[in-house]
């Protein structure tokens, strides 16, 4: 705008008066221009923390770091990797180890991801504590068994928090048997829903639905959840969760109730560990359990 000004009075042949007004009023403007574009782009120091309308999606966030899986999905063309330890103490016979509990995540767009995973349990009992699978059968606890399924399926993100409207998605997902006694093929469908607090909390729910089986008996099972997530500091984040497990049309019907605290530490942007315990609230639930873990994105 200056130089366009400039040749238009020169091309007019003013008096050097007029021409030197023209130039300041020029440099003041500029000057304006320059100190506005500054205060309109902050520096990096100074950008304002992500606000309740503002998930921090530039950092990662698994399934595996509480019982309820979390709301959101991976980005577009990234991987998440998941994979964690979970020691199980049952009340009667045997305590049963689940690992490597992997899931592999990968964003095919905006909206849809992808889930592949496998894991291996040994135990008088099926582990019942990790989000990432589907429950396969409840073990009869007289005997040691051991079992591996492979895990597949999507997730879809439904909507974005807007005001009162939570962030949410659902995930389907099957598992099968790879190894072990038992050859049912389950289905679940996981509706979860969640809020993001301008302190930094969320609160995530879910209500899981998945069918399962057994020697000879098929049935339902609902698994109601809801996890209460707060900042530590910077790297640091804990949670307080609450579990259940209900059978639907089995023999004989089974309900087990659990709360659970964790902790988890953000290496990286793209890389947590964490570990979350627990303990059961009724008679059928077990004993105690701890579970450890980590998320890897790409």
């Known amino acids: 705008m200056f130089l366009e000004l400039w040749k238009s009075k020169v091309s007019s042949n003013v008096s050097s008066s007029q021409l030197c007004k023209l130039l300041g009023l020029g440099l003041l403007s500029l000057s304006a221009q320059v100190g506005f574009a500054q205060q309109e782009q902050p520096s990096d120091t100074m950008r304002s923390a992500p606000t309740a309308l503002e998930p921090e999606e530039d950092e990662i966030v698994t399934d595996r770091d509480s019982f309820t899986p979390s709301a959101q999905t991976v980005n577009k063309g990234r991987t998440i990797f998941e994979a964690s330890y979970s020691f199980i103490d049952n009340r009667a016979g045997y305590e049963t180890h689940s690992f490597p509990e992997i899931l592999w995540r990968y964003g095919l767009n905006e909206k849809w991801e992808l889930r592949l995973g496998w894991n ?119 949670h307080i969760e609450y579990f259940g497990i209900r059978t639907q049309g089995r023999e004989v019907e089974t309900s087990q109730h659990f709360v659970s605290p964790g902790l988890h530490y953000l290496v990286s942007r793209d890389f947590e560990v964490g570990w979350r315990s627990g303990w059961g609230l009724n008679d059928s639930s077990p004993n105690f359990f701890f579970n450890f873990g980590l998320g890897k994105r790409f």
């Open 120 to 238: 291996y349990e040994i135990g008088a009992e099926n582990s019942i504590v990790s989000g990432n699978g589907t429950i396969a059968e409840f073990g009869s606890g007289s005997e040691v068994e051991q079992a591996s399924r492979l895990l597949f399926g999507v997730k879809r993100s439904l909507t974005r928090q807007e005001g009162i409207i939570p962030h949410s998605a659902i995930i389907i997902q099957g598992s099968t048997p790879t190894s072990g006694e038992n050859n049912f093929t389950s289905l679940a469908i996981v509706p979860v829903t969640g809020w993001r607090f301008r302190n930094g909390w969320t609160w995530d729910s879910a209500l899981r639905f998945s069918t399962s089986g057994g020697d000879g008996d098929t049935f339902n099972l609902w698994d109601p959840s809801t996890v209460l997530k707060f900042p530590l500091g910077e790297r640091y984040q804990g």
